[in-house]
């Protein structure tokens, strides 16, 4: 068996036991599990390709760190949220540096809009549900919130604009990301359930395929749009 077809089933593997860990509550699967999952999938990228992306490398890096600081119960708002704000960041510059290379188009613009109009209603929303100790955060809160929201509208219009397979696995990577923090905050904040935990774990895990993909067709998708 190839290298990269261990590295990425065991990616695979770590995380489904990394969720079966969360459902049945043992800590000490999830340790063991969880710390696997970035480095099996970086693992897989670089195992495709011969030139390593630092930006992307960066965001991986980040994301473990978040990954950790979650995974060591640490509850302080502003530690969780800076590693995955300043990946959320980097992938925006992504973002604008492929929008570049695609053709305007008004009804894609629409369409985008009313996506971006979907995103500020649930922000509200999920603010508005805050709980008093949650409001000491509100102005952290919002400008992750925004920044979020924008980086999924902006791989919206990308991916309708641009039709690559590259935007297309980064807009599903975004919208992975929102499904998992929306879910982090109301199963943190406020409702509890445990199937909040799992669609939030869920989608924070199959996040990473979907970034490593982005970034090994995004050299084709820019040759293509070039040409």
Request: hydrophobic content about 55%; aromatic content about 16%.
């Given at each position: 068996?190839?290298?990269?077809?261990?590295?990425?089933?065991?990616?695979?593997?770590?995380?489904?036991?990394?969720?079966?860990?969360?459902?049945?509550?043992?800590?000490?699967?999830?340790?063991?599990?969880?710390?696997?999952?970035?480095?099996?999938?970086?693992?897989?990228?670089?195992?495709?390709?011969?030139?390593?992306?630092?930006?992307?490398?960066?965001?991986?890096?980040?994301?473990?760190?978040?990954?950790?600081?979650?995974?060591?119960?640490?509850?302080?708002?502003?530690?969780?949220?800076?590693?995955?704000?300043?990946?959320?960041?980097i992938?925006?510059?992504?973002?604008?540096?492929?929008?570049?290379?695609?053709?305007?188009?008004?009804?894609?613009?629409?369409?985008?809009?009313?996506?971006?109009?979907?995103?500020?209603?649930?922000?509200?929303?999920?603010?508005?549900?805050?709980?008093?100790?949650?409001?000491?955060?509100?102005?952290?809160?919002?400008?992750?919130?925004?920044?979020?929201?924008s980086?999924?509208?902006?791989?919206v219009?990308?991916?309708?604009?641009?039709?690559?397979?590259?935007?297309?696995?980064?807009?599903?990577?975004?919208?992975?990301?929102?499904?998992?923090?929306?879910?982090?905050?109301?199963?943190?904040?406020?409702?509890?359930?445990?199937?909040?935990?799992?669609?939030n774990s869920?989608?924070?895990?199959?996040?990473?395929?979907?970034?490593?993909?982005?970034?090994?067709?995004?050299?084709?998708?820019?040759?293509?749009?070039?040409?």
């Amino acid at each position: 068996m190839k290298t990269k077809t261990i590295a990425y089933y065991l990616y695979f593997v770590a995380c489904l036991t990394a969720l079966f860990a969360i459902v049945i509550d043992s800590e000490l699967l999830l340790l063991l599990s969880k710390p696997m999952i970035i480095p099996a999938v970086y693992f897989y990228y670089l195992t495709k390709t011969r030139t390593v992306n630092f930006a992307m490398t960066m965001v991986m890096l980040l994301n473990f760190a978040g990954d950790t600081i979650i995974l060591l119960k640490i509850t302080d708002p502003l530690f969780v949220m800076v590693p995955y704000f300043l990946s959320y960041l980097i992938l925006i510059g992504f973002l604008f540096a492929d929008i570049r290379l695609t053709k305007f188009s008004l009804s894609n613009l629409i369409l985008t809009f009313l996506v971006a109009a979907g995103h500020v209603l649930m922000l509200y929303l999920v603010l508005d549900l805050q709980s008093t100790e949650g409001k000491r955060f509100i102005v952290p809160f919002t400008i992750y919130g925004i920044t979020l929201s924008s980086m999924v509208t902006i791989s919206v219009y990308n991916y309708l604009a641009g039709k690559t397979i590259a935007g297309f696995y980064l807009m599903i990577a975004t919208f992975c990301c929102l499904v998992s923090d929306v879910f982090y905050v109301l199963y943190n904040e406020h409702f509890h359930l445990p199937i909040l935990s799992y669609i939030n774990s869920g989608m924070q895990f199959f996040t990473y395929i979907f970034l490593i993909q982005y970034i090994l067709n995004r050299k084709s998708s820019v040759v293509k749009a070039i040409a």
